[in-house]
């Protein structure tokens, strides 16, 4: 699944048309998994995508989709989403007999993985581009265009004999034509429709300094973090007044759970080099205006704990001292003065 999901990732082209209000979202893909462990054992996995965000999820007992986004339902007809759950119903019974059918043929071994993925993507200016593929155990199987399933370059006798099978069932074929090049678009429209207020939401991401593992002797570990931005585009770079550092390397920008993204960047410097650095982060949220990060005024977490510890242990200590001595019993002290002889006592007398 993840694979299908890299290899399905559409790249943002700036430019005009009806989608420019969503510059990061342009596909829909729907990714059904199929691990086959025998004649009698198969396990389906299946959810729906919108670009990087599920939309749904495929309840395979049921053979529905279960909305993952209060606007997953968008505003499709009942119709409209029964072909789809059908489509897919169809395939995750199709498609493991299929294979069972002819694993001395295609000399196969269990388990078997089948990964599916049919979708539509919108280029800028065009028209909505259809697509399906099937992959085997990760690796990608064939792919149907123009009403016919083609083996990739790499794909071997294999492939060539079920795509030579698929391509047999013209009426399935006619189907996954209509889908992927009618109803997708559709979906992909309504989806974009009904989450615009969630899509275009503009937050304010978050950002702070610190320092990772010691790159060397003598060097620094500069890293910039930024967490909790959308939409996903950002712009993070470490500079030096306006000179850009080409040393800066890029982490990938990753997902949190509540929709929002984190992203970091690094750059590995001489100690003595580091003052005058700074991180400066750019996003839609934040109007137009940089988000610059200081290293100057960056104080390690260590020393800032010390700095509020340390006379808070001293305060202590004077404290205790101070309630020792409250807590002790007083005694009087002796002055040194000669005592008197008491005249009736035996031995006194005068001289």
Known sequence: MLLLQLMLLTVPV?????????????????????????????????????????????????????????????????????????????????????????????????????????????????????????????????????????????????????????????????????HINDLCPRFLLELLDAGKAYLQRQVRPEAWLSRGPSPGPGRLLLVCHVSGFHPKPVWVMWMRGEQEQPGTQRGDILPHADGTWYHQVSLDVEAREAAGLSCRVRHSSLGGQDMVLYWEQHRPVVWVFLALMVPLVLLAGLAFWLWKRWKSPWRPQCIGLPLERDPSSPGSGHS
């Open 14 to 178: 700036p430019g005009g048309g009806s989608d420019d209000d969503f510059p990061e979202l342009r596909s829909f893909r729907i990714i059904l998994t199929m691990s086959i462990y025998n004649r009698s054992w198969t396990q389906n996995q299946g959810s729906a995508w919108l670009d990087e965000l599920q939309t749904h999820k495929w309840d395979s007992k049921k053979g529905v989709f279960v909305n993952t986004q209060p606007w997953s339902k968008g505003n499709f007809s009942k119709k409209e989403l029964m072909e789809q759950e059908r489509g897919i119903q169809a395939a995750s019974i199709r498609i493991p007999m299929i294979f069972q059918d002819h694993m001395s043929q295609w000399q196969l071994e269990y388990p078997i993985q089948v990964q599916m993925a049919k979708g539509c993507e919108l280029r800028s200016g065009e028209k909505p581009v259809g697509f399906k593929w099937i992959a085997y155990q990760g690796s990608d199987l064939m792919s149907f265009q123009n009403m016919s399933w083609i083996p990739p370059p790499q794909g071997g006798r294999r492939a060539q004999e079920v795509c030579k099978l698929f391509n047999q069932f013209h009426e399935v074929n006619l189907r996954i034509q209509t």
